[in-house]
């Protein structure tokens, strides 16, 4: 059985990804939102690959992250077929919100250059609380 | 400020749809997924307009609903800015399961032919379970 | 038949959309990629509403619109069922791009607050190109 | 630079997949139609394997598959961060459709038991036309 592909945790993410039918539209690109979609694998990967579970982090501990800004540049479109490449990297971490810097290439060519700015998030009242400490170390390690 | 249309309760019960960049695929055409979202939104709007709150079901009474089975014949494709005409039909009531017959039209061109199996689910276990009596009665006197 | 909500052109465009579960995720709420497919819905329309054919644009005039840039602020999460407003407002209007300030709003609740940077580009090259005169003075007119 | 996993070409084909946020809706499973789209990964990565180029055949022989049919069976929900398997096997080919089953399994548990059946169209025309010689044999010797 063919595995995904592992990574190693690190200050910088990086994750393969194919533009198939469901990605495109009819304009023959991935469609606009469709690109926010594989950032969010490669931060979901990113924390998976530092071995943290997000669903455990909202059963165990009440915690779930949401987004609360995006900046996107759209500099070139993918289209079908595409392998590219979608990277995060902690670019700031605050109190209660971790700062993204995230891109996607394909080759030499840069798609995508983004900015997302994530929130941690009591998951009973949805209401900003800080990052964990334990959490906060962790990534403050990987990422500066 | 303008409002979504509004419908009444009925065996038989149908919801416009506008075919936005969203729903199309490089092809030209709507990808072959999303016609289940116009379905599933036809299917909703029909709880909605009996006045079932799938929310509140599942709050209150552990209930939720899960498709089981479907089958979709793809006729003709939508293109994009098409208004089609979503419907659904209640065409048999078991005790666990409904099953809708649903269509989407564009003009007098039918575009798909669907059998849509629903269950009744425990919300906590997720296993199968009765449609409780109230639900039960509305629907066969309002289906069949 | 129940027809789709019709509305006037102007400067500010408003269209109510109905959140579905496909437009939900495992966290409860819409997923964030979601809110830009309501943002492009309430474009389109603007354009319908314009008169403007994004088909016929392409396949007579060589011209299609692309997003370059989107800043989105996500202040509240919309969640199922929800009956929300997105609207969307000429802000700027350059030579080759058209910048929108959009929102999505729920009863007096701001849930999203976003601009949208739109480029027209020749459809055979994909190269920006400038607004034809006739679309940009439309526009200008009732927007500005 | 991680690499996407790539896969021999044989009559039976499987494609591991992650579940991501996008695939799931507020009901905590992945949304019915989404399925769909991991199936079609698989039958696009199929093809890929067997050397054949989607858009090289629509741009250069004017040919493109469109899915007419499908029967699927849900029989037990993925979730946010499975890792499910996805498989395609040519079940029958004829002049001018060829149809898959296909499976999606957890571990052990089988999640998805389809029936896909695809058409060839000419991509100019969208209607029918048989399936190349060249294709049909590949496809035979390798399923059949």
């Known amino acids: 059985m063919p595995r ?6 690190a200050a910088s993410f990086a994750v393969p990804c194919r533009v198939y039918w469901e990605d495109t539209d009819a304009g023959g690109v991935v ?24 669903l455990a982090l909202r059963a165990e501990r009440q ?5 609360v800004n995006v900046t996107v ?3 070139r479109p993918a ?3 595409d392998e590219i490449l979608v990277t995060a990297e ?19 060519a840069q798609l995508i250059d983004a900015s ?10 949805l209401k900003p609380r800080p990052i964990p400490k334990d959490l ?3 990534w403050r390690n990987n990422g500066q």
Not at 4 to 9: C, G, I, K, R
Not at 90 to 108: C, P, V
């Open 31 to 54: 469609y606009y939102a469709n690109y926010l979609k594989f950032m969010e694998r490669c931060r979901s990967d990113w924390l998976r690959a530092l071995g943290i579970d997000q």
């Open 116 to 125: 997302v700015r994530v929130a941690c998030l009591d998951s009973g009242t």
């Open 136 to 138: 906060f170390l962790e």
């Open 4 to 9: 995904l592909p592992s990574v190693a945790a």
């Open 73 to 75: 540049d759209f500099l």
């Open 63 to 67: 915690l779930q992250f949401a987004v």
């Open 79 to 81: 289209v079908l077929n």
């Open 90 to 108: 902690l670019a700031r971490l605050s109190g209660a919100t971790i700062t993204f810097k995230q891109t996607i290439t394909r080759g030499h």
